[in-house]
């Protein structure tokens, strides 16, 4: 099984930033994709962020280019969220998605195996 754990999620104005981490353990794949998904209140969970194993192909959701960054540390197992110039509408429980395969980049809910429990962030106006 493979475990997914989430953090750096918060309470924060908009305008702020925040910097999400997911940790991947457990019967890790050689070679993997990862993604960040966020799901507001009364909506569908929704793309936010996506990146191959190498790291040189990513992915955004038009809603978040060029203020959000995804990276990863493959060293660690690890996917980061860097999330600039935050506004109230990002606000939503978070979510670090994997999906094996060495060139997996997918950008939808079907694409990902594995699913962490959530970070909320909320921005206040």
């Known amino acids: 099984q493979v475990q997914l754990v989430e953090s750096g999620g918060g309470l924060v104005q908009a305008g702020d930033s925040l910097r999400l981490s997911c940790a991947a353990s457990g019967r890790i794949f050689m070679f993997y994709g990862m993604g960040w998904f966020r799901q507001a209140p009364g909506k569908e969970r929704e793309f936010v962020a996506g990146?191959?194993?190498?790291?040189?192909?990513?992915s955004y959701a038009d809603s978040v280019k060029g203020r959000f960054t995804i990276s990863r540390d493959n060293a660690r197992s690890t996917v980061f969220l860097q999330m600039n110039s935050l506004k109230p509408e990002d606000t939503g429980v978070y979510y670090c998605?994997?999906?094996?395969?060495?060139?997996?980049?997918?950008?939808?809910?079907?694409?990902?195996?594995?699913w962490g429990q959530g970070t909320q962030v909320t921005v206040s106006s």
């Open positions: 998605a994997l999906a094996p395969g060495a060139g997996t980049l997918a950008r939808t809910r079907a694409g990902y195996e594995y």
């Open positions: 990146i191959s194993w190498t790291g040189y192909d990513t």
